[in-house]
């Protein structure tokens, strides 16, 4: 059931890549609610995606750009006012890959190089984006940048390595530019921490399907879809929350705020029961 809570409002969205993005459950949730939107990936996703088919059947524009590439995006936003006549209301970022995790490479034995993309391509480009934005202002007084995070930003994550680190990293460069761009342009800032969510990426990472059954086990509300992430971020998109900024928000069915569930402690148990003591 649509609203109607983003009726004029225009936008960008980063990273949507097939239907199990949560970016693209975004740019459908946009539509639905009546905003005018432009898509953007890097030209390999855009090739390896089903992006180009969705922006072609909604009949938006897709600009390809490389949110770690000031020059991108500097083409992307201005392309963008071009295409909408004017200043736009909100941006969403949903960008992150790590080669380390990619390559299976321990935490305690990252490949810097590797560590140095993670953390430009998952955090650093989100600072280029704002900072991009700002500077051309394309954004309306009370627009909304919104960026994905998890829960790995403030909790050690098996297996989530250097991504951690650039959550983190995402998390605090929404609370610094939050307040350059609310302090001077009325700009909101904030991060969505979402549960682990079975997207192309995710779904590619070992034992992924796990860390998603003992976030759901933990939850008492059950881990939050892509769908649900999407209306989410359409709420803070919309006039509903202009004094929401520089917040990381929870949106993980409470297991942020848990120690131990009884799902979870029945199923460890069980562990106990087949003899697996280790």
């Not at 000031?70 to 006012?81: G, K």
């Not at 935490?107 to 590797?114: G, S």
């Not at 391509?121 to 309306?140: G, R």
């Amino acid at each position: 059931m649509a609203y109607n809570l983003l009726k004029g409002k225009k936008g960008i969205i980063f990273g949507a890549l097939n239907e199990m993005s949560i970016a693209w459950k975004v740019a459908e949730k946009c539509l639905e609610e009546g905003a005018e939107i432009v898509l953007t990936n890097t030209p390999l996703s855009i090739r390896m995606g089903g992006i180009q088919e969705f922006a072609d059947k909604h009949n938006i524009p897709l600009i390809p750009a490389d949110a770690t590439s000031v020059e991108d995006l500097t083409n992307l936003m201005n392309e963008a006012m071009r295409h909408f006549g004017g200043k736009m209301d909100f941006i969403l970022h949903s960008i992150g890959m790590s080669l380390n995790v990619r390559k299976k490479r321990a935490y305690d034995d990252l490949d810097y190089d590797f560590l140095q993309k993670t953390l430009d391509i998952s955090a650093i480009s989100f600072h280029k984006v704002l900072q991009t934005a700002k500077k051309l202002d394309v954004l309306n007084e009370w627009g909304s940048v919104v960026a994905l995070s998890y829960v790995a930003a403030q909790r050690t994550m098996y297996e989530y390595n250097d991504m951690a680190d650039a959550k983190a990293m995402l998390e605090s460069i929404a609370r610094s530019f939050g307040y350059i761009y609310g302090r001077e342009k009325k700009i909101r800032v904030n991060t969505i921490s979402q549960s682990p969510t079975m997207t192309t990426a995710g779904s590619g990472i070992k034992g992924f399907d796990s860390l998603v059954d003992f976030a759901d086990r933990m939850s008492p509300l059950g881990n939050a879809t892509a769908d649900e992430c999407a209306n989410y971020c359409i709420c803070l998109f919309s006039d509903l929350t202009r004094k929401i900024t520089m917040q990381n928000l929870y949106h993980d069915g409470g297991f942020s705020s848990m120690g131990m569930s009884y799902r979870a402690m029945h199923q460890y148990n069980k562990s106990f029961e087949n003899g697996e003591k280790e």
